[in-house]
């Protein structure tokens, strides 16, 4: 299937929240020409309010909620790609604007704690195979990333295990 340019879809599953939130609401309070901005969420009431506020959005189980991802060019995620859907994002391009600067160790990086990317990433033979499987979307390397500025360009690449070419100075939304 091919997918439009000039669609893309961000979302965060139960919230309206994050750097998602306002490239969704500038794209669409600015009424783009050039592209259309869906936001899909797995809460039916927030899709119901931004309906009844003029804006498309749609619960990530109806139909518009399947065809849009499927169709947009670009998955603009704050943390993961599950977080719009991650079966229908094959062949499109994720672009990472995250939700905070890297003041910690984040995703790939973190060495020590209770945080779940340790035993995902510090794993090996059967076990890391059982991890793709039953959480292939941990796995998945953003095509781009949006930071704030030159010092965190660097930062932002290695949790991602990204090159820097692949982050984008452009501070957030």
């Known amino acids: 299937m091919l997918r439009d340019r000039n669609l893309w879809v961000c979302g965060i599953p139960r919230k309206f929240v994050w750097n998602s939130k306002y490239v969704f609401l500038e794209a669409n309070n600015e009424k783009r020409k050039d592209v259309k901005v869906v936001w899909i969420t797995r809460s039916r009431k927030i ?4 309906q009844q506020r003029g804006y498309p959005a749609y619960f990530w189980l109806s139909w518009q909620g399947i065809w849009y991802p499927l169709r947009a060019e670009c998955h603009i995620i704050d943390a993961s790609i599950e977080t719009i859907n991650f079966w ?7 672009v990472l604007i995250w939700h905070g600067i890297p003041l910690k160790k984040i995703a790939q990086d973190v060495d020590k704690g209770k945080s779940l990317d340790v035993p995902l990433h510090r794993a090996r033979g059967l076990q890391q195979l059982l991890f ?7 796995f998945v390397k953003p095509d781009y990333i949006f930071t704030t500025s030159p010092t965190f360009q ?5 949790p991602f295990r990204v090159r820097p070419g692949q982050v984008f100075v452009t501070g957030f939304p």
């Open 47 to 50: 899709a119901r309010d931004l």
């Open 154 to 158: 660097k930062l932002s690449a290695s």
């Open 88 to 94: 229908l994002s094959g062949g499109a391009k994720t």
């Open 132 to 138: 793709r499987y039953l959480l292939p979307w941990r």
